[in-house]
T-cell receptor, first 115, second 110 residues
Framework: NAGVMQNPRHLVRRRGQEARLRCSPM?????VYWYRQLPEEGLKFMVY????????ESGMPKERFSAEFPKEGPSILRIQQVVRGDSAAYFC?????????????FGPGTRLTVL | QQQVKQSPQSLIVQKGGISIINCAYE??????FPWYQQFPGKGPALLIA?????SEKKEGRFTISFNKSAKQFSLHIMDSQPGDSATYFC?????????FGKGTRLHILP
């Protein structure tokens, strides 16, 4: 029973390029969450999605960042025109269907480095 | 803004000792308090969690103590082992959004 999968594990981009981070939730999980972790910091909530719906994006920067969770395929976190301050570890988590959503299982993360 | 305050930032404990990490929260609407363990280069893993209707939960060497009136909770690691060396995050949630503390870097001396 595979856990939450994220790819790539490491991503290097130059300033101004686009970064695409992918997350496949655990089997049977329909809720996906994205978090950002800066060095020596805790995880900061970014966005919560269900299939084809953004439920809560209160933690997403207003510009350059977007997320989707299509009917088929993984969830995608997209960062356009990356800047050095975007360098961080981005974690995806998933949880089971409604009713037991507070237990979230995390993937291994994508470490984004912006040169 | 909702906050979860965690202390200490770092902790060094002798092998076999008790590691204690403390957290405090502000929002009384929180109803779920998990602890996560994170090793370098890995994602956080759920360690143990508690709901506010109980004051203590124990799983093996790990115990959560919960004080609802003080809005505080703590993680105790008994008989700490070098393999417990990791970063520990407390968290609080209501529904789907989890608010994390800033973490405690624990180092167990062999």
């Amino acid at each position: 029973n595979a856990g939450v999968m994220q790819n790539p594990r490491h991503l290097v981009r130059r300033r101004g390029q686009e970064a695409r981070l992918r997350c496949s939730p655990m089997k049977g999980h329909s809720h996906v969450y994205w978090y950002r972790q800066l060095p020596e910091e805790g995880l900061k909530f970014m966005v919560y999605l269900q299939k084809e719906n953004i439920i809560d994006e209160s933690g997403m920067p207003k510009e350059r960042f977007s997320a989707e969770f299509p009917k088929e395929g993984p969830s995608i976190l997209r960062i356009q025109q990356v800047v050095r301050g975007d360098s961080a570890a981005y974690f995806c988590a998933s949880s089971p269907p409604t009713g037991i959503t507070d237990t979230q299982y995390f993937g291994p993360g994508t470490r984004l480095t912006v040169l | 803004q909702q906050q979860v305050k965690q202390s200490p930032q770092s902790l060094i404990v002798q092998k076999g000792g008790i590691s204690i990490i403390n957290c405090a929260y502000e929002n009384t609407a929180f109803d779920y308090f998990p602890w996560y363990q994170q090793f370098p280069g890995k994602g956080p893993a759920l360690l143990i969690a508690i709901r506010p209707d109980v004051s203590e939960k124990k799983e093996g060497r790990f115990t959560i103590s919960f004080n609802k009136s003080a809005k505080q909770f703590s993680l105790h690691i008994m008989d700490s082992q070098p393999g417990d060396s990791a970063t520990y995050f407390c968290a609080a949630s209501r529904g789907d959004k989890i608010i994390f503390g800033k973490g405690t870097r624990l180092h167990i001396l062999p």
